[in-house]
């Protein structure tokens, strides 16, 4: 009788695989009904990094 123990030791990979795609369905599902506001303010901080990173690549110190 002892031999049937349940044991439930950890997630397995399908369990984790089904939780990602929930994730991504979420995010998809979010980035379909930001209506671009979300895109503009991403393409907005990714340019203003970019520039920081070009203006400290060409900064060059004085004697």
């Known amino acids: 009788m002892r031999t049937k123990i349940n044991r439930k030791s950890g997630q397995s ?3 984790y695989s089904a939780v ?4 991504a369905c979420i995010i998809a599902f979010f980035f379909n009904f930001a209506n671009g506001t ?3 303010g ?3 901080a990714y340019a203003q990094v970019n520039s ?3 203006a400290l690549n060409t900064y ?3 004697p």
């Open 42 to 44: 991403i393409t907005g």
């Open 52 to 54: 920081s990173l070009t």
């Open 60 to 62: 060059t110190p004085g």
């Open 38 to 40: 979300l895109f503009s």
């Open 13 to 15: 990979i399908s369990e």
């Open 20 to 23: 990602l795609a929930f994730v």
